[in-house]
């Protein structure tokens, strides 16, 4: 498949913003939402919202952890990332107990089964991403490839930056 070109957009399409940002944040977009509506139609078991994936993907690495610390490092509310913990825990994804360090707080931890659902998320994502590839000609594959790095880099900035 060929490459499709999109139109630079001009400063004022913009907001003043460069025309690589708009892009790029069309394309992340863009993408984010075909990854979420395919998976959905394709895998129709996925029923995780994203907040709670994000969560299950931050415990992966960071287990366990205080609902505060999770809602730091997700920047959202307490108040959010305690109800999205009290779904997951239902669901089974999660547990919470007394932390040993503080036993006044508790501490989240992901669960056999919330590390399942979140490799067989992952693995879903992937097979989606593998077909899509392929379709893909391969300078468009190459170039998809040799982005990796820098995008990895913006994302490293945005999380440290706080933007």
């Given at each position: 498949m060929a490459s499709q070109t999109r139109p630079t957009p001009t400063p004022s399409a913009t907001g003043g913003q460069s025309p690589d940002a708009r892009l790029l944040t069309e394309a992340v977009t863009l993408l984010r939402?075909?990854?979420?509506?395919?998976?959905r139609t394709d895998y129709p078991w996925e029923t995780l919202p994203m907040a709670q994936v994000e969560l299950l993907q931050?415990?992966?690495?960071?287990?366990?952890?205080?609902?505060?610390?999770?809602?730091?490092?997700?920047?959202?509310?307490?108040?959010?990332?305690?109800?999205?913990?009290?779904?997951?825990?239902?669901?089974?994804?999660?547990?919470?107990?007394?932390?040993?360090?503080?036993r006044r707080a508790s501490v989240v931890a992901l669960t056999d089964?919330?590390?399942?659902?979140?490799?067989?998320?992952?693995?879903?994502?992937e097979r989606r991403l593998d077909t899509a590839l392929d379709s893909?000609?391969?300078?468009?594959?190459?170039?998809?490839?040799?982005?990796?790095?820098?995008?990895?880099?913006?994302a490293e900035q945005l999380d440290d930056s706080g933007t």
């Open positions: 939402r075909a990854l979420r509506a395919s998976i931050v415990l992966a690495e960071h287990s366990p952890a205080r609902v505060s610390d999770l809602a730091v490092r997700q920047r959202l509310a307490t108040s959010t990332v305690s109800g999205l913990i009290g779904h997951m825990i239902t669901a089974g994804l999660v547990t919470r107990d007394v932390d040993p360090r503080d089964a919330g590390r399942a659902q979140l490799t067989a998320w992952a693995h879903a994502h893909l000609d391969s300078t468009d594959r190459d170039a998809v490839r040799a982005a990796l790095p820098a995008l990895f880099r913006i």
